[in-house]
């Protein structure tokens, strides 16, 4: 039998974060994270130790964070919750008693049961397990010819990192294009074509019928719904997530529709002094309020910090209102990226919305060295004038200003704040001062409104 006060059962960015912020706000308290993987890799970063890391060692998250303050790190498998008596069970056949436990057990890569050829040799997905992946670079690399099905962040990245192997690699995709459930059209065709250039393939619109294998059960090639096939030595499948909920099936906590697990603004569950955080609990989109199964490790890293905060006394100032999704990846020097939602999605839901946009440069003059054509768009309620999404592509400056855009979202900031807002620009880092693109963009939203008032 081991005892500890605060449990955290999952490795990954929820349960790291988790774990410092419990430990930090009840120093008095023993922590232990329980792991199923040795070394814990930074899931962001995965893609990139096929080609712009040299391997998977400089993807690594030390332990240090974690051990310096005292957490402890148990590596064994939960395998039982018994609520009753507060006790998680391991593959190991330890028993490990808790005051709170945080469940932050991730998600696993979706492998359709109906894809004939799923089990073929060097057919892999990608796994946040150090082990796999080497061994799937190691397969990769030996091969001439690639396909990616999904053309999802995950699909998009792997697809670029293995074309810089100099392999003749394509990406399949069903819906009309790459990344079209998180952006609109034109960013989209703008991530297709940077691809392209680039020497990456891209096949949209058709799904596929069947991975097709030789007698030695290996992969030959892909047959697609169209009926035609390519030809391939390795597939890797990037056909989404789903939430790793296998050790809460014989306890009382409940599930969602999607199979995430219920959560309160608290990240707490339905069953006591047990909470979930990450990939595998319940999220509510921010603008909407409806359930949304987004997957983001910086969401996890915010809801394993609300979770922990309020492990012993409910504290309403750090209470979580829903989750902003912010997006954002690179291909080829260029950065895209999103927060709330789209044009698109304010349509589907039915939000009378305004939209306005800015091209310019992110440096000045844009003669520097290396200056990238930036475009912002900001989408406002139209009734309220509150902002409730915004787009981004430029350079890779592009991750810091979707932050800036995720803010102004989550504190419900009008468009009218913008035109008065301070900011710090520099020619090597930003857009003008006298052009920065949230601003001219919210320019443009409250001209529409002037007149829309003075029509009304």
């Known amino acids: 039998m081991e005892r500890t006060d605060i449990l955290v059962v999952g490795g990954g960015v929820g349960g790291i974060v988790a774990a410092i912020t419990a430990k930090r706000c009840n120093p008095q308290k023993d922590v232990l994270i329980l792991r199923r993987e040795q070394t814990m890799l930074i899931p962001c970063g995965i893609p990139y130790t096929i080609g712009s890391l040299k391997n998977s060692e400089e993807d690594?998250?030390?332990?240090?964070?974690?051990?310096?303050?005292?957490?402890?790190?148990?590596?064994?498998?939960?395998?039982?919750?018994?609520?009753?008596?507060?006790i998680c069970k391991t593959k190991d056949d330890t028993d490990i008693t808790y005051e709170k436990l945080i469940l932050a057990t991730g998600s696993e890569p979706v492998v359709p049961r109906w894809l004939e050829g799923a089990d073929l040799k060097n057919v892999c997905t990608v796994r946040k397990d150090k082990k796999y992946l080497d061994e799937m670079l190691a397969k990769v690399k030996t091969c001439k010819k690639v396909v990616v099905l999904g053309g999802g962040f995950i699909g998009v990245e792997v697809a670029d990192e293995i074309n810089k192997?100099?392999?003749?690699?394509?990406?399949?995709?069903?819906?009309?294009?790459?990344?079209?459930?998180?952006?609109?059209?034109?960013?989209?065709?703008?991530?297709?074509e940077t691809l392209k250039l680039r020497g990456v393939k891209v096949k949209n619109r058709t799904g596929v019928k069947k991975i097709i294998g030789n007698k030695d059960k290996q992969v030959e090639g892909v047959l697609l719904d169209?009926?035609?096939?390519?030809?391939?030595?390795?597939?890797?499948?990037?056909?989404?997530?789903?939430?790793?909920?296998?050790?809460?099936?014989n306890t009382n906590i409940q599930m969602n529709e999607m199979g995430f697990i219920k959560t309160n603004e608290f990240m707490?569950?339905?069953?006591?002094?047990?909470?979930?955080?990450?990939?595998?609990?319940?999220?509510?989109?921010?603008?909407?309020?409806?359930?949304?199964?987004?997957?983001?490790?910086?969401?996890?890293?915010?809801?394993?910090?609300?979770?922990?905060?309020?492990?012993?006394?409910?504290?309403?100032?750090?209470e979580h209102l829903g989750t902003v999704a912010?997006?954002?990846?690179?291909?080829?020097?260029?950065?895209?990226?999103?927060?709330?939602?789209?044009?698109?999605?304010?349509?589907?839901?039915?939000?009378?919305?305004?939209?306005?946009?800015?091209?310019?440069?992110?440096?000045?003059?844009?003669?520097?060295?290396?200056?990238?054509?930036?475009?912002?768009?900001?989408?406002?309620?139209?009734?309220?004038?509150?902002?409730?999404?915004?787009?981004?592509?430029?350079?890779?400056?592009?991750?810091?200003?979707?932050?800036?855009?995720?803010?102004?979202?989550?504190?419900k900031v009008?468009?009218?704040?913008?035109?008065?807002?301070?900011?710090?620009?520099?020619?090597?880092?930003?857009?003008?001062?006298?052009?920065?693109?949230?601003?001219?963009?919210?320019?443009?939203?409250?001209?529409?409104?002037?007149?829309?008032?003075?029509?009304?």
Request: with cysteine; charged share 25%; hydrophobic share 40%.
């Open 326 to 411: 912010i997006f954002s990846t690179s291909v080829g020097g260029k950065g895209f990226g999103i927060a709330g939602i789209t044009e698109n999605q304010a349509r589907e839901n039915k939000i009378d919305h305004m939209i306005g946009t800015f091209e310019g440069v992110d440096r000045h003059p844009k003669t520097l060295a290396e200056p990238h054509k930036q475009i912002v768009k900001l989408i406002v309620s139209k009734e309220s004038g509150v902002i409730i999404g915004g787009e981004v592509m430029g350079g890779l400056s592009t991750g810091e200003l979707v932050n800036e855009i995720g803010l102004l979202i989550q504190y």
């Open 226 to 249: 169209n009926k035609e096939v390519l030809e391939a030595d390795s597939v890797i499948l990037s056909m989404g997530y789903r939430p790793n909920t296998a050790l809460i099936k």
């Open 165 to 192: 192997l100099h392999k003749d690699v394509t990406i399949v995709e069903i819906l009309p294009h790459v990344l079209a459930k998180v952006f609109d059209e034109p960013m989209c065709i703008e991530v297709e």
């Open 414 to 456: 009008h468009v009218s704040a913008l035109l008065t807002t301070y900011i710090g620009t520099h020619p090597l880092l930003t857009a003008p001062p006298t052009s920065y693109p949230v601003i001219k963009a919210a320019e443009e939203i409250c001209q529409k409104r002037k007149k829309l008032l003075s029509l009304a």
């Open 268 to 318: 707490g569950t339905t069953s006591p002094d047990i909470f979930a955080v990450g990939d595998c609990a319940e999220k509510r989109d921010f603008v909407t309020g409806k359930i949304n199964p987004i997957m983001l490790a910086s969401i996890a890293a915010t809801e394993g910090r609300v979770a922990a905060m309020n492990l012993y006394n409910i504290n309403t100032i750090k």
């Open 60 to 86: 690594i998250v030390p332990d240090e964070a974690l051990t310096s303050l005292g957490v402890r790190i148990k590596v064994d498998e939960a395998v039982l919750i018994d609520e009753k008596s507060k």
